[in-house]
């Protein structure tokens, strides 16, 4: 039985495009005001494809942390260091200064008040700052649907290591085979994997696309909507 529920929150719990694009690209032109050749060689570091204007799959966006994407801005900048890029990218994030978080479900709330009645545990395993996703989900109206939310910076190691999951699971009395992981990138579902976890969902609100998710997966969701009727399918929960 499945008795607690692990999200990744950007591609998963929010729509990762209309959430993340306009907030790269403001971050950009704040940090790098009058040298749009530097900004487009920052963006396309960071995984923001200078043709298409998309993220690419597995982009440091989608899959690393904010400390990882400023530690490849940094030499590009001089006089910055990247704990002091890191922490002003968690500020404007902290401060949703992009166009605002876009959930991945139309009533966000609504969707894990029923997996809450179910009696599911639910929690948040991010590379975004702990404090990000908390206004995050707050901005949606979901952070008290929350029993667990573990940043980058939480001190629970990074995915696709075990240690949010394991974290998850310590913090609301379960196993780690009782926990389904949902993300829309290999490092989540392999967090999911290597921590044992009963079920390893993936979805497509994220840059990737099925082929990718689908070797590493239990199954492969177009979005979290579905979640509900998967959990029914399988009779997990």
């Not at 306009?22 to 971050?27: A, I, K, L, N, Q």
């Not at 500020?91 to 029923?114: C, H, I, S, T, Y």
Request: proline share 6%; net charge negative; charged share 20%.
């Amino acid at each position: 039985m499945i008795r607690g529920i692990l999200f990744d929150k950007d591609g998963t719990l929010l729509d990762f495009e209309a959430t993340w694009r306009g907030f790269v690209e403001e971050t950009l032109a704040a940090v790098i005001p009058d040298d749009l050749a530097l900004r487009d060689r920052l963006g396309d570091l960071a995984g923001l494809d200078p043709v298409t204007g998309r993220f690419r799959a597995g982009s440091p966006v989608v899959a690393g942390s904010t400390a990882e994407v400023a530690a490849l801005w940094a030499p590009y900048l001089p006089g910055r260091d990247a704990e002091g890029i890191a922490a002003e990218i968690d500020d404007r994030a902290a401060a949703a200064v992009m166009r605002g978080p876009m959930a991945a479900a139309p009533d966000l709330p609504a969707l894990l008040e029923a997996l809450r009645a179910r009696g599911l545990a639910l929690g948040v395993a991010t590379h975004d700052s702990e404090r990000a996703a908390r206004s995050h989900m707050s901005m949606l109206g979901a952070l008290e649907k929350f029993d667990f939310i573990a940043g980058y910076d939480s001190g629970h190691g990074l995915k696709p290591g075990p240690g949010m999951v394991q974290a998850f699971a310590g913090a609301v009395g379960i196993a780690p085979h009782e926990v389904a992981m949902i993300g829309d990138s290999l490092h989540d579902l392999g967090a999911g994997r290597s921590a044992g976890a009963g079920l390893v969902v993936g979805v497509l609100t994220g840059p990737a696309e099925a082929a990718e998710l689908s070797p590493h997966a239990d199954r492969v969701l177009g979005s979290i909507v579905e979640l509900p009727d998967l959990l029914a399918e399988l009779a997990l929960a």
